[in-house]
């Protein structure tokens, strides 16, 4: 079978340079769109490294501010959204160090410690007939796109969200919430597409263990 | 081939034997990702490929994985604040020249 798509690809969008020069010339339309689209991923970034919503958004619009005076100085050596992540970073930085708050990203994070993505209680041991295959198999679930979309599902999955580790709560954000791909994710956080990947797969799957157990239970 | 073993009933009715070099589930959950990535070995994937015709069990996995990155996606809040006043006044005043 193929898989499917993780993520829908980002919108296109006009290029690096129609969108400085747009910037430069204060295009309003232009900067509204380019700020509506990237508001969310921005504030999920800055909000790793600094302590509330409220201070994340602050450090969002002072990053427009940074990126609006400092757009001529741009010289289009990285890509725009890679150096408008830098002063968001740097901004979110400056808050965090004022909060003396530890930055959690740049950290070693145990919670990234190496974890199985399922309870090894879940396969069958060595002396059992199929070693490593599934012994309390996973069952289907019934009409999963509508009880998914539920308040109630939703809710559990923001909840569970909210207790990933720091890495996987970003980039889980950034890859299935926000769209983002691999290149820009890595690209913006100077991870390895490997490193990426594993920390993707860890929050992704410690999800799929939260949702199935609301939906087991509510099949019982 | 230990013939003694019961049915392995995610697999489907066909001749399955498990060898050194076969995926097992347990193997299979910790590759989901770097499947969906395009990220695995060609010899890995078609270990896995063929692991996923046999076990039905692993397609459910498979399909639930799927169904919560399709649910994540639906918690995405396109909504966005207004630029404050003077990010909108410095981007003004580019206007012109300036």
């Known amino acids: ?44 970034v800055a909000r790793t490294y600094v302590a509330s919503d409220a201070v994340a958004e602050e450090v969002v619009q002072e990053t427009w501010m940074a990126v609006v005076a400092g ?29 003396k708050r530890a930055v959690p990203f740049s950290s070693v994070a145990p919670g990234d410690a190496e974890e199985p993505s399922v309870d090894p209680d879940r396969f ?27 308040l109630e599902a939703r809710e559990r999955l923001k909840a569970a969200l909210a207790q990933l580790p720091e890495r996987q709560r970003l980039i889980v954000a950034l890859r299935d919430i926000e769209g983002r791909s691999a ?32 939906l087991d239970a509510a099949d019982t | 081939m230990d013939n003694s073993r019961p049915p392995h009933n995610g697999h489907q009715d066909r001749e399955f034997s498990v060898t050194a070099d076969e995926v097992t589930c347990q193997q299979f959950v910790e590759m989901v990702t770097d499947y969906f990535e395009g990220a695995l070995e060609p010899h890995t994937l078609s270990q896995v490929e063929e692991h996923l015709v046999m076990c039905d069990w692993c397609v459910t996995y498979v399909e639930q994985m799927q169904a919560t990155i399709a649910s994540l996606r639906e ?12 990010v909108l006044a410095a981007l003004r005043a580019k206007r012109g020249g300036t």
């Not at chain 1, 100085?73 to 930085?93: H, P």
């Not at chain 1, 009409?143 to 979309?149: A, D, H, S, T, V």
């Not at chain 1, 100077?190 to 263990?209: D, F, I, K, M, Y």
Request: net charge neutral; glycine share 4%.
């Open chain 1, 1 to 44: 079978m193929q898989p499917e798509p993780a993520t829908a690809p980002a919108r296109p969008a006009a290029s690096d340079e129609q969108t400085v020069a747009a910037l430069r010339a204060g295009d309003e339309r232009t900067f509204r769109d380019l700020f509506a689209r990237s508001y969310p991923m921005m504030k999920r």
């Open chain 1, 71 to 99: 757009i001529e100085r741009f010289e289009g050596r990285s890509a725009l959204g890679t150096w408008m992540f830098s002063i968001l970073t740097n901004q979110a930085k400056t808050h965090s160090a004022r909060e």
């Open chain 1, 124 to 150: 069958q041991t060595d002396d059992e007939a199929w070693p490593g295959h599934w012994a309390t198999p996973p069952r289907p679930w019934q009409k999963p796109e509508r009880r998914l979309l539920s």
């Open chain 1, 183 to 214: 290149e820009e994710v890595c690209q913006l956080l100077g991870l390895s597409q490997e490193n990426q990947r594993v920390l993707l797969h860890r929050g992704r799957s410690r999800l799929r263990a939260v949702l199935e157990e609301y």
């Open chain 2, 75 to 86: 918690l995405s809040e396109p909504t966005a604040p207004e630029p404050t006043d003077s």
